[in-house]
Nanobody, 123 residues
Framework: QVQLVESGGGLVQAGGSLRLSCAAS????????MGWFRQAPGKEREFVAA????????DYADSVKGRFTISRHNAKNTVYLQMNSLKPEDTAVYYC????????????????WGQGTQVTVSS
């Protein structure tokens, strides 16, 4: 059982930056793809970004391309989401996720979820 623990959420003004972290409890996470989803009040959870641990290949939702960057730190079993040029519409609870399939993860097929961290962007 892999546990995912997020951190780094908070309140930021529009145009600002935040970095989210997701620490995985097991080194076996290196065989997974990991990513981030978000859910705003009254909306469905949506895909944000993903990274294949082994190759480092990445995928992004169109709404965050050019503003968000997903990366990983092998030794720390940690995935990061650097969020720049934040907009009020980025306000949501952000969830870390993992699955063995990158394609599955991209389509919301998730084996492990984190508990979520709140990101609020004020205008």
């Amino acid at each position: 059982q892999v546990q995912l623990v997020e951190s780094g959420g908070g309140l930021v003004q529009a145009g600002g930056s935040l970095r989210l972290s997701c620490a995985a409890s097991e080194r076996t996470i290196s065989t997974y793809a990991m990513g981030w989803f978000r859910q705003a009040p009254g909306k469905e959870r949506e895909f944000v970004a993903a990274i294949r641990w082994s190759s480092g290949s990445t995928d992004y939702a169109d709404s965050v391309k050019g503003r968000f960057t997903i990366s990983r730190h092998n030794a720390k079993n940690t995935v990061y989401l650097q969020m720049n040029s934040l907009k009020p519409e980025d306000t949501a609870v952000y969830y870390c996720a993992a699955d063995r399939s990158m394609v599955g993860l991209r389509n919301g097929v998730v084996t492990y979820w984190g508990q979520g961290t709140q990101v609020t962007v004020s205008s």
